[in-house]
């Protein structure tokens, strides 16, 4: 079987002045953050959401086109699980939801995103101590009782987004014990040919000044959102429930993969 380079479907980047000048404008906009409510409020409309609202214009700003694939279910509140490929996912899914954030301590500390997350009342947690997971999920469970959804990356870390990690089911605890159901998200990036691209993913050591430099060299963007169907955690283990929306993900995500080979 014959492969094609995902080089060989990527437009040419922006030129240094171009992203210098969209570099500029993301930033006054991100100044303009430190003037928008960020709480999760469960009684506005998420299309009047103050943050959501600015979370959109922002990636517009970055020459993003957000597409949905799925109809968000009614009601709620929802476990929020999804793949993590960037930093951008974040701006994603708070565009959709009014949604607080469990995320790694480290993303306190990057650029932009940092200061952000904190003023959203992102819930950070610390690698390798129990203790500290354990007090997550006493806090999640408190955000699904009042009313509110909490988005979490089960994987734990970022991929290039062409594959998908295994899944730590401890945070699938919080849906066991408040009966709050999980909502998969599967996201994926493209360019403006539609095909995947890896230009949008942070992984490794690489530092969050060169994965903005590159994004912002990307013309136009292709993010698109898959809602896989909300899963239910009567009768199912935390393992069930993560297993369960690994699944759909992956199905969800089953083009892409073979796109990236």
Known sequence: MSTVSLASHSPRPLPAPARSLRGLRVAAHVAKSLFVPTGPS????KKSDPLSLWCRDLLELLGVDLRVEGRIPEGGPFLLVANHISWMDILLIRSLFPAR?????????????????????????????LSSLRAIIEQVCQNLEEGAPVAVFPEGTTTTGDRLLPFKSGIFESSVRTGVPVLPLAIRYEN??????????????????????????????????????????????????????????????APSFAAHF
């Open 42 to 45: 469960r009684s506005r409309e």
């Open 101 to 129: 954030f469990v995320a790694k301590e480290e993303i306190s500390f990057w650029p932009m995103v940092g200061a952000g997350a904190r003023r959203a009342g992102t819930l950070f947690i610390a690698r390798g101590r």
């Open 192 to 253: 403006a040919p539609g095909a995947p691209t890896r230009a949008i993913s942070y992984t490794g050591g690489e530092s969050f000044g060169t994965s903005f430099w590159r994004t912002l060299g990307e013309r136009r963007i292709i993010a698109r959102i898959i809602l896989c169907p909300p899963l239910y955690p009567e009768e199912l283990s935390r393992k069930d429930l993560a297993a369960h929306a690994r699944d759909l993900m992956s199905a969800a995500l």
